[in-house]
């Protein structure tokens, strides 16, 4: 048989397979193992830095949040994403990134709003909404009261108090003061005293967790939320694949 052509070098190297170019995910693991082998879930550390090289949220990416693991990539893990995440972080084969924009958002639950600046105002206005809770319930305790005793339609509705409000059962009013440690009369005073967040978000948590009393929409807790973290590939776990 006659020998074949030589290709020329350009053609040569576009057709000649590298091996140095093949997905190795070797060196990574191994660092992994390396670094976390101590640790339970080092196997769901390897799964997830391939899902990471897989989907290719490199460096240049903006990364994932922890919420989005599960959901954005192919990887089935035995460890809460979070550990494992944490992990990859402290092997240098993740980075964890914040989003620009404060370090800490304040949230109104009442509006469902972001109300950083502005917190004060917002918590002074769901005491307000709060302190008006009590007053309707006292006056429809008593308006109940009155109208059980009335000997007819013309008969004169007594005045609302704390006394009536309280004889009648357990109420807003009450439960607060059982919480703060405090006479029941001494409740609206004490509530806009003192830290007005502190005051409203302990009174709001009280009066969730009775079974005695419901909470009105025109009122809620100030939440503070750190923004997520993203992940994404280091420069370091790259160079590794």
């Not at 949040?65 to 402290?90: A, G, M």
């Not at 005695?212 to 280091?234: H, N, W």
């Amino acid at each position: 048989d006659a020998p074949r052509p030589e290709l020329p070098d350009k053609v040569r190297g576009a057709l000649t397979v590298d091996e140095d170019d093949s997905t190795d995910f070797d060196r990574l693991e191994q660092h992994i193992r390396e670094r976390k082998g101590n640790t339970h879930s080092v196997d769901d550390q390897v799964a997830v830095a391939k899902a990471f090289y897989n989907a290719e949220i490199g460096p240049e990416k903006e990364g994932i949040k922890r919420t989005e693991l599960l959901d954005s990539l192919d990887v089935d893990i035995e460890y809460q994403p979070q550990t494992v995440l944490n992990h990859l972080v402290d092997a240098e084969v993740l980075a964890q990134t914040a989003p620009p924009g404060p370090d800490v958002f304040a949230i109104s639950e009442r509006i469902d709003e972001i109300v950083n600046g502005q917190v004060t105002e917002e918590a002074e206005a769901n005491l307000d909404a709060l302190i008006a809770h009590i007053d309707d319930e006292i006056q429809v305790t008593a308006l109940s009261e009155d109208a059980a005793e009335r000997d007819g339609p013309q008969a004169r509705v007594s005045a609302p108090s704390v006394a009536v409000a309280d004889g009648a059962g357990r109420t807003i009013r009450s439960i607060l003061a059982a919480e703060f440690g405090i006479k029941p009369e001494q409740v609206v005073e004490f509530l806009r005293s003192g830290d007005a967040v502190d005051r409203l978000n302990t009174a709001v948590e009280v009066i969730e967790s009775s079974e005695e009393v419901t909470k009105s929409e025109d009122y809620g807790q100030i939440v503070f939320v750190r923004p997520a973290y993203r992940y994404r590939l280091t420069e370091q776990a790259m160079n590794l694949v």
